[in-house]
Protein backbone atom coordinates (compact mmCIF):
# COMPACT_ATOMS: atom_id res chain seq x y z
CA UNK A 1 0.00 0.00 0.00
CA UNK A 2 1.19 3.40 -0.90
CA UNK A 3 2.48 5.50 1.97
CA UNK A 4 1.06 8.71 -0.03
CA UNK A 5 -2.57 8.82 -1.41
CA UNK A 6 -4.13 11.65 -3.42
CA UNK A 7 -7.72 12.47 -3.92
CA UNK A 8 -8.96 12.94 -5.87
CA UNK A 9 -7.69 10.96 -9.00
CA UNK A 10 -9.05 13.60 -11.40
CA UNK A 11 -11.04 16.95 -10.93
CA UNK A 12 -12.16 19.40 -13.75
CA UNK A 13 -13.27 22.63 -12.55
CA UNK A 14 -14.64 25.64 -14.42
CA UNK A 15 -11.46 28.79 -15.07
CA UNK A 16 -12.10 31.29 -12.24
CA UNK A 17 -13.36 28.78 -9.44
CA UNK A 18 -11.45 27.64 -6.20
CA UNK A 19 -10.49 23.96 -5.96
CA UNK A 20 -8.84 21.93 -2.73
CA UNK A 21 -6.98 19.01 -3.79
CA UNK A 22 -5.94 15.91 -0.83
CA UNK A 23 -2.97 14.25 0.68
CA UNK A 24 -2.79 11.57 2.97
CA UNK A 25 0.13 10.41 3.86
CA UNK A 26 1.04 7.20 6.83
CA UNK A 27 5.20 8.01 6.00
CA UNK A 28 6.41 8.01 9.64
CA UNK A 29 8.20 9.71 11.37
CA UNK A 30 7.63 12.83 9.13
CA UNK A 31 10.43 15.80 8.08
CA UNK A 32 8.52 17.21 5.18
CA UNK A 33 5.83 17.80 2.77
CA UNK A 34 5.78 19.13 -0.69
CA UNK A 35 3.30 19.68 -3.15
CA UNK A 36 4.67 19.52 -7.31
CA UNK A 37 2.74 20.33 -10.60
CA UNK A 38 3.57 18.48 -13.47
CA UNK A 39 2.45 19.61 -16.74
CA UNK A 40 1.79 17.55 -19.56
CA UNK A 41 4.91 15.87 -21.37
CA UNK A 42 7.26 17.92 -18.65
CA UNK A 43 9.01 17.64 -15.31
CA UNK A 44 7.51 18.64 -11.93
CA UNK A 45 7.99 21.77 -10.58
CA UNK A 46 7.86 22.97 -6.94
CA UNK A 47 5.34 24.73 -5.78
CA UNK A 48 5.64 24.75 -1.77
CA UNK A 49 7.82 23.08 1.01
CA UNK A 50 6.38 22.83 4.42
CA UNK A 51 8.30 20.96 7.38
CA UNK A 52 6.20 18.90 10.39
CA UNK A 53 6.09 22.04 12.54
CA UNK A 54 4.29 24.58 10.02
CA UNK A 55 0.75 24.67 9.09
CA UNK A 56 0.15 26.92 6.27
CA UNK A 57 2.64 28.01 2.95
CA UNK A 58 1.71 29.96 -0.03
CA UNK A 59 2.89 30.29 -3.15
CA UNK A 60 0.66 33.09 -5.43
CA UNK A 61 -3.02 31.07 -5.82
CA UNK A 62 -1.71 27.77 -4.29
CA UNK A 63 -2.01 27.51 -0.77
CA UNK A 64 -0.77 24.37 0.83
CA UNK A 65 -1.94 23.25 4.50
CA UNK A 66 -0.89 20.35 6.92
CA UNK A 67 -2.09 19.02 9.66
CA UNK A 68 0.47 16.75 11.50
CA UNK A 69 -1.57 15.67 13.82
CA UNK A 70 -4.27 14.02 10.83
CA UNK A 71 -1.14 13.22 8.91
CA UNK A 72 -3.22 15.31 6.05
CA UNK A 73 -2.77 17.86 3.59
CA UNK A 74 -4.02 20.03 0.88
CA UNK A 75 -3.73 22.22 -1.59
CA UNK A 76 -6.27 24.97 -2.28
CA UNK A 77 -5.88 26.84 -5.53
CA UNK A 78 -8.01 29.76 -6.14
CA UNK A 79 -9.52 31.59 -8.91
CA UNK A 80 -8.52 28.97 -11.13
CA UNK A 81 -6.85 29.50 -14.29
CA UNK A 82 -6.51 27.15 -17.72
CA UNK A 83 -2.44 27.08 -17.23
CA UNK A 84 -3.53 24.90 -13.86
CA UNK A 85 -4.36 22.36 -15.69
CA UNK A 86 -1.75 20.06 -14.89
CA UNK A 87 -0.59 16.85 -12.40
CA UNK A 88 -0.57 17.63 -8.50
CA UNK A 89 1.59 15.59 -7.08
CA UNK A 90 2.33 15.47 -2.90
CA UNK A 91 5.71 14.08 -2.09
CA UNK A 92 6.69 13.16 1.67
CA UNK A 93 10.09 12.83 2.94
CA UNK A 94 11.53 11.10 6.78
CA UNK A 95 13.53 13.07 8.84
CA UNK A 96 17.77 12.85 8.84
CA UNK A 97 17.60 11.17 5.50
CA UNK A 98 18.19 12.05 1.75
CA UNK A 99 15.74 12.97 -0.04
CA UNK A 100 16.33 10.00 -1.96
CA UNK A 101 14.01 8.66 0.41
CA UNK A 102 10.53 10.93 -1.15
CA UNK A 103 7.23 9.05 -1.47
CA UNK A 104 5.64 10.30 -3.95
CA UNK A 105 2.01 10.26 -4.43
CA UNK A 106 -0.06 9.25 -7.57
CA UNK A 107 -0.80 12.73 -8.25
CA UNK A 108 -4.35 14.20 -8.91
CA UNK A 109 -4.81 15.34 -12.64
CA UNK A 110 -6.47 18.90 -12.85
CA UNK A 111 -8.42 20.32 -15.64
CA UNK A 112 -9.38 23.68 -15.91
CA UNK A 113 -12.47 24.40 -18.61
CA UNK A 114 -13.20 27.33 -19.86
CA UNK B 1 18.34 29.08 -18.53
CA UNK B 2 17.35 25.62 -18.27
CA UNK B 3 18.07 24.79 -14.68
CA UNK B 4 18.39 20.91 -15.15
CA UNK B 5 18.73 19.59 -19.03
CA UNK B 6 18.44 16.20 -20.53
CA UNK B 7 18.64 14.77 -23.74
CA UNK B 8 17.07 13.22 -25.97
CA UNK B 9 13.22 14.44 -25.03
CA UNK B 10 12.09 11.45 -27.01
CA UNK B 11 14.12 7.92 -27.94
CA UNK B 12 12.44 5.04 -29.53
CA UNK B 13 14.65 1.83 -29.97
CA UNK B 14 13.99 -2.04 -30.48
CA UNK B 15 14.72 -4.77 -27.68
CA UNK B 16 18.09 -5.36 -26.89
CA UNK B 17 19.66 -1.96 -28.02
CA UNK B 18 21.95 -0.13 -25.62
CA UNK B 19 21.04 3.36 -25.09
CA UNK B 20 22.37 6.54 -22.78
CA UNK B 21 20.26 9.60 -21.56
CA UNK B 22 22.36 12.56 -20.64
CA UNK B 23 21.96 14.64 -17.70
CA UNK B 24 23.44 18.06 -16.96
CA UNK B 25 22.86 20.38 -14.22
CA UNK B 26 23.95 24.35 -14.39
CA UNK B 27 22.67 25.23 -10.60
CA UNK B 28 25.92 23.87 -8.92
CA UNK B 29 24.18 20.79 -6.50
CA UNK B 30 26.00 18.78 -5.36
CA UNK B 31 23.02 16.30 -5.91
CA UNK B 32 21.69 14.42 -8.90
CA UNK B 33 18.87 12.06 -9.39
CA UNK B 34 17.28 9.51 -11.92
CA UNK B 35 13.51 9.16 -11.59
CA UNK B 36 11.68 6.28 -13.75
CA UNK B 37 7.69 7.66 -14.43
CA UNK B 38 5.90 4.67 -15.20
CA UNK B 39 2.55 4.70 -17.16
CA UNK B 40 0.53 4.65 -13.48
CA UNK B 41 2.49 8.22 -13.33
CA UNK B 42 4.53 7.16 -10.15
CA UNK B 43 7.68 8.94 -9.40
CA UNK B 44 10.52 6.40 -8.86
CA UNK B 45 14.01 7.17 -7.79
CA UNK B 46 16.48 5.04 -9.23
CA UNK B 47 19.70 6.69 -8.13
CA UNK B 48 21.09 9.58 -6.56
CA UNK B 49 24.51 10.93 -6.67
CA UNK B 50 26.34 13.10 -4.45
CA UNK B 51 29.86 14.46 -5.22
CA UNK B 52 30.27 12.29 -8.14
CA UNK B 53 29.68 8.84 -5.44
CA UNK B 54 26.62 6.75 -5.51
CA UNK B 55 24.48 6.48 -2.39
CA UNK B 56 21.39 4.69 -3.21
CA UNK B 57 20.23 2.58 -5.48
CA UNK B 58 17.09 1.14 -5.17
CA UNK B 59 16.23 -2.61 -6.56
CA UNK B 60 17.08 -1.36 -10.13
CA UNK B 61 18.39 -3.97 -12.75
CA UNK B 62 21.99 -3.40 -12.99
CA UNK B 63 21.49 -3.21 -16.69
CA UNK B 64 21.11 0.18 -15.88
CA UNK B 65 24.01 2.58 -14.81
CA UNK B 66 24.59 6.01 -14.12
CA UNK B 67 27.64 7.53 -14.91
CA UNK B 68 29.00 10.96 -13.56
CA UNK B 69 31.93 12.54 -15.30
CA UNK B 70 32.03 15.34 -13.08
CA UNK B 71 29.64 17.16 -10.59
CA UNK B 72 27.49 18.78 -13.04
CA UNK B 73 26.38 15.77 -15.04
CA UNK B 74 24.41 12.52 -14.62
CA UNK B 75 24.18 10.06 -17.27
CA UNK B 76 22.20 7.15 -17.67
CA UNK B 77 23.35 4.11 -19.03
CA UNK B 78 20.79 0.94 -20.16
CA UNK B 79 21.81 -2.04 -21.91
CA UNK B 80 20.10 -4.81 -23.45
CA UNK B 81 16.70 -2.97 -23.33
CA UNK B 82 13.43 -4.75 -22.46
CA UNK B 83 9.78 -4.04 -23.66
CA UNK B 84 9.02 -2.86 -19.75
CA UNK B 85 11.70 -0.20 -19.60
CA UNK B 86 9.25 1.68 -21.81
CA UNK B 87 8.67 5.19 -19.33
CA UNK B 88 9.72 8.41 -19.08
CA UNK B 89 13.07 9.03 -17.17
CA UNK B 90 13.74 12.51 -15.24
CA UNK B 91 17.26 13.82 -14.34
CA UNK B 92 16.49 15.93 -11.27
CA UNK B 93 19.35 17.63 -8.72
CA UNK B 94 19.26 19.30 -5.23
CA UNK B 95 21.46 21.57 -3.38
CA UNK B 96 23.42 21.73 0.21
CA UNK B 97 19.59 22.27 2.17
CA UNK B 98 21.87 24.95 4.33
CA UNK B 99 21.96 27.10 0.88
CA UNK B 100 19.35 26.37 -1.57
CA UNK B 101 16.78 24.73 0.78
CA UNK B 102 15.25 21.26 -0.02
CA UNK B 103 13.50 22.06 -3.74
CA UNK B 104 14.88 19.48 -6.16
CA UNK B 105 14.75 20.65 -9.66
CA UNK B 106 13.55 18.01 -12.28
CA UNK B 107 14.35 17.87 -15.73
CA UNK B 108 12.11 18.00 -18.78
CA UNK B 109 12.13 14.62 -18.88
CA UNK B 110 13.51 11.67 -21.67
CA UNK B 111 10.47 9.72 -23.17
CA UNK B 112 11.81 6.42 -24.03
CA UNK B 113 9.74 3.69 -26.11
CA UNK B 114 11.22 0.27 -26.56
CA UNK B 115 9.30 -2.07 -29.50
Known amino acids: KNQVEQSPQSLIILEGKNCTLQ??????????LRWYKQDTGRGPVSLTIMTFSENTKSNGRYTATLDADTKQSSLHITASQLSDSASYIC?????????????FGKGTKLSVIP | DTAVSQTPKYLVTQMGNDKSIKCEQNLGHDTMYWYKQDSKKFLKIMFS???????INETVPNRFSPKSPDKAHLNLHINSLELGDSAVYFC??????????????FGEGSWLTVV
Open chain 2, 49 to 55: YNNKELI
Open chain 1, 91 to 103: VVSPPGAGSYQLT
Open chain 1, 23 to 32: CNYTVSPFSN
Open chain 2, 92 to 105: ASKGDSSISGNTIY
